[in-house]
């Protein structure tokens, strides 16, 4: 048989397909007014392992292929139920009601907790987020985290990662322990100068300070160098405060422009990064969730288990749904052996989405677990599934895509969780929203 007369054969088969594959969605609508109308969960794992069952055993060698065709084809028609159901819930109420707010404006003013001294670069952060803002410097992250959790201060800002460096997995670590929401987020173009006191020359240097992201966004130079000690720091504007304020001529410190003028201190050489282009983005994080104009970005935090196809399964219902994911990184789960989370961020807009998104009544009950969740640590002992396929946990949203993004419409429901939209485990609302670009704070 010619490949021409192949492939006509091949269409024909695809036009029965797709009939065949209209008239199954049209079911699925059916079954969803059913569930409805019946207050029923939108999965049955019971019937879809069965049907699974079925088909792999009639599949023959092919099975695998078989599996995955009507794997995806559950998903696909989980998610549009979860569009169509419509079941008022607590959580339902809470965004509904945070959304009908007046889409709130991001305020300029109040205090807002920075890891550092004057002049750091997550100070510039705090400038940008809150112009009129009153800044309480601490000397941890650990600390800032702190200060917002105990409402001693409305805001803090966090580096969260660096487009040379990496993700700031301190940070990542940290948000798994306490209750917070990211509420906005900011990005600045970072500058790393090499500051001694002055009349210091470069041949003088013997130790320099700095803060152990600068340290690797300058790998090149340092590497470079011969019988030098590079002693990492709390901050940059630290190290270059206690360079200036030690005296000491045989150290310098990587750091800002901005960091020279404000500690006395001469620059020995402003070309010391590893790349021009390098960003570091920034969390401003608060108590409680809040939907602020402008939101532009979704971002979740997701457990799988450990089986194949189990993010396939996950990243397959946002390509379905055409939803484009901007980032996607893999986390140590904090205080469990070779446990892993994800953290996705998506071009998706809370403020256009449905209320019934996080409608869905729960499948079945949570037995007690103890949870390792990210951000906003809401989940409790008891109120999270046994063995979830996957949890999931929003802690950004925004408006930056005009699409409906009806996410993860399948799996369990919780439906007392703090989420607007249908995911299984436990999601938490926090919106980010992006904000323009300044210079660089160096030239």
Known sequence: MELSEIRKHIDEVDDQLLQLFLQRMDLADQVAAYKNEHHLPILNRERERAVLAKVTEQAGERERYAYHLFSTLFELARSRQAELISAPTRVAAQVKASLEAGSAVF??????????????????????????????????????????????????????????????????ELLQDHRLSVVRSTRLCIRHELLALPGVKMSDITEIYSHEQAIGQCGKFLAGLNGVRVIPCDNTAVAAKMVAESGNRHAAAISSHPCAELY?????????????????RFFCISKD???YAGANRISLILACNNRPGALYEILSKLAALN?????????????????????????????????????????????????????????????????????????????????????????????????????????????????????????
């Open 264 to 280: 006395g201190l001469t620059c020995l050489n402003d070309a010391i990064q590893d790349s021009d282009n390098n960003y570091t």
């Open 107 to 172: 305020p300029q003013t109040g205090l807002i907790a920075c890891q550092g001294v004057e002049g750091a670069n997550s100070q510039a952060a705090c400038d940008r987020l809150l112009p009129r803002g009153n800044i309480v410097y601490v000397k941890t992250f650990e600390a800032v985290a702190a200060a917002v959790e105990s409402g001693l201060c409305k805001f803090g800002v966090l580096p969260i990662e660096n487009s040379s460096n990496g993700s700031v997995r301190a940070v990542y």
């Open 323 to 443: 939803i484009n994911m901007t980032k996607l990184e893999s986390c140590p789960v904090s205080g469990r052996n070779f446990e892993f989370i994800f953290f996705l961020e998506l071009e998706a807009s809370a403020a256009r989405t449905s209320t019934s998104w996080a409608a869905t009544p729960r499948s079945e009950p949570w037995p007690r677990r103890s949870s390792a969740c990210w951000a906003a640590n809401w989940a409790t002992a008891g109120r999270f599934p046994s063995t979830p396929p996957w949890a999931a946990r929003i802690i950004a949203s925004s408006n930056w895509s005009r699409r409906t993004c009806p996410l993860f419409c399948s799996r369990r429901i919780w439906a007392d969780s703090m989420s607007p939209f249908p995911t299984s485990g436990m999601l938490c609302p926090t919106v980010t929203s992006s904000i323009p670009r300044r210079r660089p704070l160096a030239a």
């Open 289 to 291: 969730p809040v939907i």
